[in-house]
């Protein structure tokens, strides 16, 4: 079986026939016939038709591919999509971790190595209530070069939805809104609502996978601009990068500033995490977990670090781990921040299979490091970002001239400081009645003591 007898049986077999043995046939096909396959599909307008009507039950047939066939023909950008409950299966698929992903999939994976991006790279990011981060994290990426955002959110309670709105109506992002509707991976449905449902994002040759505490940092030395560090990676031949987290920590401060994060947090802890987050070729990844891609069904891949070696290649078990290194680039993880700010991230639901509709779900999640290196004794410094600022300063004033995004702006910072006193009040409240050891409490109990006397001031 190769690409051109499967043409000629998908448009001569009848209904029933060709419902029922597409996928199987289908599967017989090499890799690159199977591109090629995916090839006709796009230029051929009957042959999608006949599938998408036929074919019905596989989404990706049925609905991405035909998604994709008119965005390739007019390439028109995408400002804002909002999903619903029928695609929160999105988030269950085995995208090929435990065993192979559905037949259309496949297909999907391999014809997207056709696309020939125009713009260097996007950043993908989800977030849930971190509107106070948004325009910050977004004036960054744009100030190192990135080409554009999408962001993927759903479930807003903060005000985040005005921003976002405000951001996509500018063209400044694409605003994914996932809107899921019933207990799914929201995470997971997020990257995949993006990278294989969102036929835009091929038009950027490198997707960074980030979240809105996690920054991609440049060594001023080296490079002011991800464009030579980007292009020099891709002629080494890599596929993916890989760039080892540092972990800054709250530096002792207790309550959240309207000022930049990255200018806040110039401590951070010894370099000892080996975890990493991935910079990939887009066109070759259909999906994307938290810290490395899921790569195209039967392709192989070769993962870099930042120094230019060989990382990672497909019989790597952990490609979200790798090897510390710091040389021309990184990222900034501001996880803790200060102590408004851990408790404010608490308070979110995170993005396992949740219940969307939950608004606040408190949990002391890693309650032991935040305190750990809450002050300056565990930490280091790290002023390595400075010479950056200037830059991100006019980034942000630009965004802000806007009047409605610097209107929605301060209605999320005016609604988190109107919040936040009870949320620690709360959280306060459920440590000192939880069964956490007893040291642990009493330290929770100084670094409380303490905010309520900065508050009270």
């Known amino acids: 079986m190769n690409a051109c007898a499967l043409r000629r049986w998908c448009l001569r077999a009848d209904n029933q026939t060709l419902a029922g043995a597409f996928g199987a046939f289908l599967c017989l096909l090499t890799r690159d016939e199977m591109e090629r396959f995916g090839a006709f599909l796009l230029e051929d307008a009957d042959l999608l038709e006949r599938l998408r009507c036929t074919v019905s039950d596989d989404y990706w047939i049925s609905s991405v591919f035909p998604k994709l066939a008119s965005w390739c023909r007019e390439r028109e950008p995408l400002s804002h999509t909002r999903l619903d409950g029928s695609t929160d299966f999105l988030g269950q698929i085995d995208y090929g971790v435990e065993r192979a992903p559905p037949a259309g999939l496949i297909l999907l994976g391999q014809t997207r190595r056709l696309i020939e991006p125009r713009k260097r790279a996007c950043v993908l990011a989800t977030a849930r209530n971190e509107g106070i981060y948004l325009l910050e994290w977004v004036a960054w990426h744009r100030m190192i070069g990135f080409d554009h955002i999408f962001l993927c959110s759903n479930n807003n309670t903060d005000g985040s939805n005005e921003l976002l709105g405000t951001l996509a109506r500018h063209g400044i992002i694409t605003w994914i809104d996932t ?7 929201i995470q997971a449905k997020s990257y995949s609502a993006a990278l294989a449902c969102t036929p835009q994002m091929l038009d950027y040759r490198w997707t960074l996978v980030a979240d809105l505490d996690e920054f991609l940092a440049l060594d001023w030395k080296h490079y ?9 990676q891709e002629a080494r031949g ?3 990068i890989a760039f080892s987290w540092v972990m800054m920590t709250p530096n002792s401060q207790l309550q959240h500033r309207d000022i930049p994060m990255v200018s806040r947090f110039q401590r951070r802890e010894p370099p000892e995490n080996v975890l990493v987050k991935t910079a990939f070729q887009t066109r070759l990844a259909p999906f994307s977990h938290a810290h490395h891609p899921q790569w195209a069904y039967q392709h192989s891949f070769r993962t870099f670090d930042t120094r230019g070696k060989l990382l990672h290649t497909e019989q790597s078990g952990h490609q979200a781990i790798g090897q510390l290194s710091e040389k021309n680039a990184w990222i900034g993880h501001y996880f803790h921040k200060s102590l408004e700010e851990y408790v404010w991230k608490c308070s979110r639901p995170r993005g396992g299979t949740t219940s969307p509709q939950t608004a606040t779900q408190m949990e002391a999640r890693f309650l032991e490091p935040f305190i750990d290196f809450f002050g300056t004794e565990k930490t280091l410094p ?3 970002l400075t010479p950056f600022f200037p830059a991100l300063e006019a980034e942000i004033n630009h965004l802000r001239s806007f009047p409605d995004i610097r209107e929605a702006d301060q209605n999320i910072r005016l609604g988190f400081r109107q919040k936040i006193g009870g949320l620690v ?10 069964h956490r050891p007893t040291p642990l409490k009493s330290k929770w109990e100084e670094l409380y003591a303490q905010y309520n006397e900065m508050a009270s001031h």
């Not at 809107?179 to 991976?185: A, D, H, K, L, Y």
């Not at 009040?425 to 939880?434: A, K, L, P, R, W």
């Open 238 to 240: 890599a596929d993916a």
């Open 425 to 434: 009040s709360q959280f306060s409240q459920d440590i000192e009645n939880s």
């Open 179 to 185: 809107n899921p509707e019933s207990p799914t991976r």
């Open 382 to 384: 790290d002023a390595r």
């Open 224 to 232: 002011r601009h991800i464009g030579p560090f980007f292009d020099l």
